[in-house]
């Protein structure tokens, strides 16, 4: 983690962040082509590099002050440290994979967006429109490695909802979804994620116990359910 000087602004560090994508792609292409990467784990060994470049990058408008998360575990991966501050987290996918021994094409990379029950605290923390996802589409077989683009936005305009008009998610653990590559983003505000959120909370649970409620004896399920209220 480094931490300089200087709280820099948050209007300004969100047009100077938005403005990256074409030099960062560029970056990360040369990167790419000078060093030795495996398509299996390229997608977290790039990050070092995103977050040198980010540094870099805002060092050069005077916004000098950021940390950078020591492991995956701790979000976001970049924060730089304006009033309020910013939260880059990076994600990366593949528009290929390996299947059956064969490339096919891929239009999302199915990644974790954060888990459903952690999404009030990273609210409470930065603000939704605070939080940015910096989207690394890549191509990556044996013969072709290629940064195809890098994508900045609203962490909230990367999201997927399901068949049934809920955010998408994992069984089981809650881990939301990404939209497919170049899907037009279902979500256009942060009221309108704040709605699908909470919605969604209702929505799992009753998926849960419907669930497994096939597990408690029918003559007990009445009572049990009384308890839930």
Known sequence: MKRLDNMGDLKKAKQVLKTCHKPLKDHLQKTLQ??????????????PYISAFLADHF???GLINYAIAKDKNQFPD????????????????NVVELKDK???KCK??????????????????????NIYYLFVIYHFDDTIKKIVEVQIDLFYKFLALNKDGALRYREK??????????????????EQFE???????????????????????????????????
């Not at 970049?78 to 996918?93: D, H, M, Q, R, V």
């Not at 954060?114 to 930065?126: D, H, I, S």
């Not at 096939?214 to 049990?224: A, E, L, M, N, Q």
């Open 34 to 47: 000078t060093r030795d990467f495996n398509y299996v784990s390229f997608g977290t060994e790039i990050q």
């Open 173 to 190: 653990d809650g881990n939301l979804r990404p939209k497919d590559f170049y899907a037009d983003s279902p979500i256009t505000t942060l």
């Open 78 to 93: 970049f924060t730089l440290k304006t009033s309020p501050e910013l939260a880059i987290e990076y994600k990366c996918g």
């Open 102 to 104: 064969k490339w096919i």
């Open 108 to 129: 999302n990379s199915e990644n974790d967006m954060g888990t459903l029950n952690m999404w009030e605290k990273k609210l409470k923390q930065f603000g939704g429109d």
């Open 195 to 229: 709605d699908l959120r909470s919605g969604t909370d209702v929505y799992r649970s009753r998926r849960i116990i419907k669930k497994h409620i096939k597990h408690i004896p029918k003559k007990d399920r009445k009572k049990f359910l009384k308890e839930l209220s």
């Open 59 to 61: 060092k050069k408008q």
